[in-house]
């Protein structure tokens, strides 16, 4: 098939390309460089069967351009507001490509009969009240709090996308991604990322908060397993979690990554938990599980890949 990937200059994006590839795909990358790098996708250039186009998601794509499936990954993703790559600081980029961005290749993907799926995300849930999270759950989201710029565009991107779905045929499904990470995260402020490098470098690992907020962390191959699996099998019209449903707090995941690491590192307390920042977070994977689909890769082994990945480059 030839899929396109937006976003495929990115961290989810590129080890989508990957596997595309792999199984004998063409596929061709559309990204802005905007929070990705090329380097991402280096290993890709001499590939026959990839493309890169350095372009917005969000402007038309070139009208000769055919494809059989389109996987809209471009945005940003990370909410750490000290951080210039994360929604927070972009955050007119951020609504753009989850509203404009989605309407424009959900016209582009129609045009061409070909299939698409949203990468949308589980800040749809916000600051949840149900745990752990279905997909049937509506949410706990500010409409106008600091987040709101990435969790309600991306709820708004799952509107376009159903809207296409119901109103003009288009075939398309969308995924909510739990926490994920993984070689080739940028350094774009995500807790497991931060952590890792703050303990590579024998640094403190900041804590925002008391620490005893949750996260569901997933390894890379599993959640893009997941996402292949989706655009595949998932039923028109659907939703489906993909995360990896194991939850520790903020204070354990430090713990891990002190003993897989051997740092001195403590936690240190830097500041307050930012606002509307979710206090637990655990995806519901039923649905997805019903696909034949499962994360295999605990925390400990994704995090030893990691760290064998950060240390192997020249600057952790
Ligand atoms: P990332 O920042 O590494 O990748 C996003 C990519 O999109 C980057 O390469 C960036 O340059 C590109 N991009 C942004 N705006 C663009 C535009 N207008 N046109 C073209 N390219 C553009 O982040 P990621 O973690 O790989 O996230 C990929 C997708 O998955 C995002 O949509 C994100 O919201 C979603 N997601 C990720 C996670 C996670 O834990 N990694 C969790 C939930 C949702
Ligand atoms: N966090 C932290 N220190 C950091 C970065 C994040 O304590 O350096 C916390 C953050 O407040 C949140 C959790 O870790 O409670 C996960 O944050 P992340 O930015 O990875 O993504 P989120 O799940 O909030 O979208």
Redesign the pocket.
């Known amino acids: 098939m030839r899929i396109i990937v937006t976003g495929g200059a990115g961290f989810l994006g590129s080890h989508l390309c990957d596997k595309l590839i792999e199984r004998g795909d063409q596929v061709i990358a559309i990204d802005n460089l905007l929070t990705g790098s090329p380097n991402n996708i280096a290993h890709l250039q001499n590939s026959p069967d990839f493309q890169f186009i350095e372009a917005d998601a969000n402007a038309a794509l070139p009208e000769d351009l055919d494809f059989d499936q389109l996987y809209h990954l471009a945005s940003p ?4 507001k ?1 951080n210039a790559q ?1 929604y927070m600081a972009l955050p007119f980029e951020t609504m753009q490509v989850n509203s404009f961005g989605t309407w424009s290749l959900c016209e582009e993907a129609l045009a061409r009969g070909a299939k698409f799926l949203f990468a949308s ?3 749809t849930y916000g600051d949840p009240l149900e745990h752990p999270q279905k997909e049937s759950y509506r949410g706990n989201v500010s409409t106008t709090g600091p ?1 709101s710029v990435y969790d309600e565009s991306k709820r708004f991107g799952e509107t376009i996308t159903s809207a296409f779905i119901r109103h003009q045929r288009l075939d398309g499904k969308m995924v909510r991604i ?2 994920t990470y993984g070689p080739r995260m940028s350094s774009d ?7 890792v490098r ?1 303990a590579l470098q024998n640094k403190r ?5 008391d ?1 005893k ?1 949750t ?1 569901s962390f997933c390894y890379v191959s599993d959640l893009v397993d997941g996402i292949i699996t989706v655009m595949d099998k998932g039923e028109k019209g659907e939703v489906y979690n993909l995360g990896n449903p194991k939850e520790f707090t ?1 204070l354990e ?1 430090a713990e891990v990554v002190k003993k897989l690491t051997g740092a001195n590192s403590e936690a240190e307390f ?1 500041e307050n ?2 606002e509307d ?2 206090a637990r ?1 655990c995806p519901d994977i039923t649905k997805a599980r019903g696909l034949g689909w499962e994360p295999k890769i605990g925390l400990e082994e994704g995090l030893k890949k990691l760290i064998v990945h950060l240390q192997t480059m020249k600057t952790p």
Request: charged share 20%.
């Open positions: 993703a990370s909410p750490n000290n994360s995300t589980s800040e987040r739990f926490n402020g995500r807790v497991v990322i931060e952590f703050a690992f900041p804590v925002f908060g620490g907020q996260r903020i995941l830097v938990l930012p920042d979710p977070r």
